[in-house]
């Protein structure tokens, strides 16, 4: 053979060994800020009054993820979202303002946007008036930090795309969840109990993402649990079990860089949580320590004396001990992690109008879904967070003084009663139209996949055993081996969706399950139908478009109207000084004299920092408000005077290297002319010393 000969045999094996090895799909990963206002803004989640937030803990997150088809280019967006859910009107936004980027690349129909279920975030932003009553109406503050943060973070993951594989791998993540519903769950049929071990799902999905040269782009799992770890008495914006989980990840995989940062994206998703609480302790009485009555969570026939509570010794504990349970299991998972996934990606997405869609269960049990109705259980709430007056679980009958109140609203029609029984109706919210409607009519349901991987986007949060039904019935359409998860709270959000059994009992999820007893008999014939579609290589109808509300929305939270210093003082004065020494263990505070934080989110940056002295000139940050170790508390101490402090805890860590260490606060303030300008302060230096912290704990 010719010496040209062989070199042209050489180059033909170095590029076939290169298209060989090259991966299965480009891979795409970014994350932004969402953080909503950290000062005066009612929580999504719980629906108190009370629980205005004043302050942060852990900031929120947009992680995004693009999968695109190295053959055929074909892409889809799942984007994780550390919020209580998304809705309608973000999504629009979302895709609006991508398209004016990408012109068409990423659209309705291929975006997926999911929401880990937080209930310690910023609401008011959902367009519907039921879920921003108690945010006094619509926030554009909450809203606009997540668009634009989830729009950043989609752009990033754009911006990042290479080539590369997904391995996908599964196990079971045990003392990390509980049933808050088990005598509901007890309805479904014992056949169908008996082919599982327990009553919530204890199985982890966990995907590998790496480049073709072997770098580690990001992990994405799901796993159901609520984002109830912190309570309905919380008020620092926290991100809760999942959220942190996520930044335990990013900080093993992007070691020196602060939350946040770094090119590893990690995303703990919510999947099927709808009956599933991270509070693992059974509910007991708050007055005498006593198991609640089993179906109507009550004690002494009162709903908010029977709580749940986490495994930890308080609310912080428990997030942090659920948090790090589900961390180390997804690191177990993506080591260990070898089934790559093989073959194409694909998406079918479909508007549907939810309200009036003919049900046959089997031959002898039919039905139709109907308008919207929130039960009397809905106004009990849960064990993770019990409702008010007199309402209590397992309610399948009114009571005449609130028919009466409710009916000032809206007086259900007999139709509908007869649509929503058992469940007695509290909030007619389907045939209430004024000022706009109340509820969604119409939802979107997405299916996505990628090789054998098939995630199913519900626009609810489905009960165990709603989303094991609805899996099974995935995998025998496509009968192809595939692998299906539920991605929970994704894309709309319409309430709860039990089992057509469970709603039988009315238990909170049964009274939030919005359309019916056939709401999930309508979901499962709708989703297979997607996955017929997507088997058959067959197209979808579109469906009817939400509506677009934004420009009818009331918006009733008074704005800043303007920040004071005391006498004497500037914002960013110290009111409050650390101490000259601290050991290891110890907890720094320091308050400052601030400003209303609404005046300005710091959208990636931070309202504190815990520098250390690293020569005798040059700072370095060690902690933000983003880390677990410190807390960040906003008080109005005078509304008529316009005065407010800021506090800033830092919690030394036992390990915390010894030196000088400094506390500084960064805000804006409001002045009486309505402008505002930017302040910051800091506190004295001080010494951490090293200690015998950890050898005294360990004796104890």
């Given at each position: 053979?010719?010496?040209?000969?062989?070199?042209?045999?050489?180059?033909?094996?170095?590029?076939?060994?290169?298209?060989?090895?090259?991966?299965?799909?480009?891979?795409?990963?970014?994350?932004?800020?969402?953080?909503?206002?950290?000062?005066?803004?009612?929580?999504?989640?719980?629906?108190?009054?009370?629980?205005?937030?004043?302050?942060?803990?852990?900031?929120?997150?947009s992680r995004a993820y693009i999968i695109r088809d190295v053959q055929t280019q074909t892409s889809f967006v799942f984007v994780n979202i550390d919020a209580c859910m998304v809705n309608d009107a973000i999504k629009t936004e979302v895709v609006r303002r991508l398209n004016a980027t990408y012109n068409g690349?990423?659209?309705?129909?291929?975006?997926?946007?999911?929401?880990t279920h937080t209930h310690s975030t910023p609401g008011g932003y959902h367009q519907y008036l039921l879920f921003d009553i108690t945010s006094l109406g619509f926030v554009k503050e909450t809203f606009d930090a997540l668009v634009a943060g989830i729009t950043k973070s989609i752009q990033r993951a754009h911006?990042?795309?290479?080539?590369?594989?997904?391995?996908?791998?599964?196990?079971?993540?045990?003392?990390?969840?509980?049933?808050?519903?088990?005598?509901?769950?007890?309805?479904?049929?014992?056949?169908?109990?008996?082919?599982?071990?327990?009553?919530?799902?204890?199985?982890?999905?966990?995907?590998?993402?790496?480049?073709?040269?072997?770098?580690?782009?990001?992990?994405?799992?799901?796993?159901?649990?609520?984002?109830?770890?912190?309570?309905?008495?919380?008020?620092?914006?926290?991100?809760?079990?999942?959220?942190?989980?996520?930044?335990?990840?990013?900080?093993?995989?992007?070691?020196?860089?602060?939350?946040?940062?770094?090119?590893?994206?990690?995303?703990?998703?919510?999947?099927?949580?709808?009956?599933?609480?991270?509070?693992?302790?059974?509910?007991?009485?708050?007055?005498?320590?006593?198991?609640?009555?089993?179906?109507?969570?009550?004690?002494?026939?009162?709903?908010?004396l029977c709580v749940a509570f986490g495994p930890g010794k308080d609310m912080f504990d428990s997030t942090r001990i659920i948090a790090t349970n589900q961390f180390n299991k997804a690191m177990e998972l993506y080591k260990s992690a070898t089934t790559k996934l093989q073959g194409p990606v694909d998406f079918?997405?479909?508007?549907?109008?939810?309200?009036?869609?003919?049900?046959?269960?089997?031959?002898?049990?039919?039905?139709?879904?109907?308008?919207?109705?929130?039960?009397?259980?809905?106004?009990?709430?849960?064990?993770?967070?019990?409702?008010?007056?007199?309402?209590?679980?397992?309610?399948?009958?009114?009571?005449?003084?609130?028919?009466?109140?409710?009916?000032?609203?809206?007086?259900?029609?007999?139709?509908?009663?007869?649509?929503?029984?058992?469940?007695?109706?509290?909030?007619?919210?389907?045939?209430?139209?004024?000022?706009?409607?109340?509820?969604?009519?119409?939802?979107?349901?997405?299916?996505?996949?990628?090789?054998?991987?098939?995630?199913?986007?519900?626009?609810?949060?489905?009960?165990?055993?709603?989303?094991?039904?609805?899996?099974?019935?995935?995998?025998?359409?496509?009968?192809?081996?595939?692998?299906?998860?539920?991605?929970?709270?994704?894309?709309?959000?319409?309430?709860?969706?039990?089992?057509?059994?469970?709603?039988?009992?009315?238990?909170?999820?049964?009274?939030?399950?919005?359309?019916?007893?056939?709401?999930?008999?309508?979901?499962?014939?709708?989703?297979?139908?997607?996955?017929?579609?997507?088997?058959?290589?067959?197209?979808?109808?579109?469906?009817?478009?939400?509506?677009?509300?934004?420009?009818?929305?009331?918006?009733?939270?008074?704005?800043?109207?303007?920040?004071?210093?005391?006498?004497?003082?500037?914002?960013?004065?110290?009111?409050?000084?650390?101490?000259?020494?601290?050991?290891?263990?110890?907890?720094?505070?320091?308050?400052?004299?601030?400003?209303?934080?609404?005046?300005?989110?710091?959208?990636?940056?931070?309202?504190?920092?815990?520098?250390?002295?690293?020569?005798?000139?040059?700072?370095?940050?060690?902690?933000?408000?983003?880390?677990?170790?410190?807390?960040?508390?906003?008080?109005?101490?005078?509304?008529?005077?316009?005065?407010?402090?800021?506090?800033?805890?830092?919690?030394?860590?036992?390990?915390?290297?010894?030196?000088?260490?400094?506390?500084?606060?960064?805000?804006?303030?409001?002045?009486?002319?309505?402008?505002?300008?930017?302040?910051?302060?800091?506190?004295?230096?001080?010494?951490?010393?090293?200690?015998?912290?950890?050898?005294?704990?360990?004796?104890?």
């Amino acid at each position: 053979m010719s010496s040209l000969g062989s070199l042209f045999l050489l180059i033909s094996v170095v590029l076939i060994s290169h298209a060989s090895a090259a991966g299965n799909y480009f891979i795409g990963v970014g994350r932004a800020d969402v953080t909503g206002p950290a000062a005066e803004v009612n929580m999504m989640g719980y629906a108190q009054f009370r629980q205005s937030t004043a302050g942060i803990h852990l900031r929120q997150f947009s992680r995004a993820y693009i999968i695109r088809d190295v053959q055929t280019q074909t892409s889809f967006v799942f984007v994780n979202i550390d919020a209580c859910m998304v809705n309608d009107a973000i999504k629009t936004e979302v895709v609006r303002r991508l398209n004016a980027t990408y012109n068409g690349l990423y659209t309705e129909k291929n975006v997926c946007l999911s929401g880990t279920h937080t209930h310690s975030t910023p609401g008011g932003y959902h367009q519907y008036l039921l879920f921003d009553i108690t945010s006094l109406g619509f926030v554009k503050e909450t809203f606009d930090a997540l668009v634009a943060g989830i729009t950043k973070s989609i752009q990033r993951a754009h911006d990042s795309l290479r080539q590369g594989d997904i391995y996908i791998n599964q196990g079971e993540l045990l003392d990390s969840n509980a049933n808050r519903s088990p005598t509901a769950y007890m309805f479904n049929p014992s056949e169908e109990r008996q082919r599982y071990q327990y009553n919530v799902d204890k199985t982890m999905t966990v995907l590998r993402l790496v480049d073709d040269q072997g770098n580690e782009l990001g992990m994405l799992n799901w796993f159901s649990v609520h984002g109830t770890a912190m309570n309905n008495t919380n008020r620092l914006i926290s991100s809760d079990n999942k959220g942190y989980a996520e930044l335990l990840f990013e900080q093993a995989m992007n070691p020196g860089s602060l939350p946040g940062q770094g090119a590893f994206v990690a995303a703990f998703a919510q999947t099927n949580e709808g009956d599933v609480s991270p509070n693992t302790q059974p509910a007991r009485c708050l007055d005498t320590g006593a198991l609640c009555d089993a179906v109507h969570s009550t004690c002494n026939n009162k709903t908010e004396l029977c709580v749940a509570f986490g495994p930890g010794k308080d609310m912080f504990d428990s997030t942090r001990i659920i948090a790090t349970n589900q961390f180390n299991k997804a690191m177990e998972l993506y080591k260990s992690a070898t089934t790559k996934l093989q073959g194409p990606v694909d998406f079918r997405q479909q508007y549907v109008n939810i309200t009036n869609v003919p049900v046959v269960i089997n031959s002898t049990l039919k039905g139709r879904t109907c308008k919207s109705a929130m039960g009397y259980s809905f106004a009990a709430g849960t064990t993770d967070g019990p409702g008010s007056f007199n309402f209590v679980q397992s309610t399948t009958s009114g009571n005449p003084f609130w028919n009466i109140v409710s009916g000032f609203l809206k007086t259900p029609s007999a139709e509908q009663i007869a649509c929503h029984a058992p469940k007695p109706i509290l909030l007619d919210t389907g045939e209430i139209v004024k000022p706009y409607p109340w509820q969604a009519a119409i939802v979107d349901i997405q299916l996505l996949r990628v090789g054998q991987l098939v995630i199913i986007a519900v626009p609810a949060e489905f009960t165990t055993m709603a989303g094991r039904r609805l899996r099974d019935a995935i995998q025998s359409t496509m009968a192809d081996g595939s692998i299906p998860v539920i991605a929970g709270l994704a894309n709309s959000y319409a309430d709860y969706v039990t089992t057509y059994e469970e709603y039988q009992e009315q238990r909170y999820e049964g009274g939030s399950t919005v359309y019916g007893p056939f709401t999930h008999g309508a979901y499962m014939q709708l989703f297979t139908s997607l996955a017929v579609a997507m088997k058959q290589n067959a197209t979808v109808p579109a469906g009817p478009y939400p509506p677009y509300l934004l420009d009818k929305q009331i918006s009733l939270l008074p704005p800043v109207i303007f920040d004071n210093p005391p006498f004497g003082k500037a914002f960013g004065d110290v009111l409050q000084d650390v101490k000259k020494q601290y050991s290891q263990g110890d907890v720094v505070s320091v308050v400052f004299v601030a400003g209303n934080p609404r005046n300005g989110l710091m959208t990636e940056s931070t309202f504190l920092v815990v520098e250390k002295l690293v020569n005798t000139t040059d700072w370095a940050v060690q902690f933000t408000d983003s880390h677990w170790e410190t807390k960040f508390y906003w008080e109005r101490t005078s509304t008529l005077l316009g005065e407010s402090t800021a506090t800033v805890v830092w919690d030394i860590p036992t390990n915390q290297p010894a030196g000088t260490y400094r506390i500084r606060h960064t805000g804006y303030a409001k002045t009486i002319t309505g402008k505002v300008e930017a302040y910051k302060g800091r506190s004295s230096d001080f010494m951490v010393t090293a200690s015998n912290y950890v050898k005294h704990r360990l004796m104890l």
